[in-house]
């Protein structure tokens, strides 16, 4: 019995620690992402459209903001 005790704290213990790590490098790895991939912001979108020969309104930079928030 004292082994099935020993085995069940072992399996705990295991838990906690993956969780925690799993939790700790999940964390630093988006964190990466999003430092080298930052989320597209107004500037950006304006960039997008005088690349295309387009100067955007600021109704129409508002209206691609407000779609891609949407979908996030």
Do not use: D
């Amino acid at each position: 019995m004292q082994e099935f005790w020993k085995s069940l704290l072992t399996f705990i213990l295991g838990g906690v620690v993956g969780a925690v790590l799993g939790w700790y490098f999940t964390r630093r790895a988006i964190e990466k992402q999003l430092k080298e991939n930052p989320p597209v912001n107004e500037k950006m979108i304006r960039a997008m459209f005088m690349q295309m020969g387009r100067k955007p309104s600021e109704a129409q930079i508002k209206s691609v903001m407000k779609n891609m928030n949407q979908y996030k």
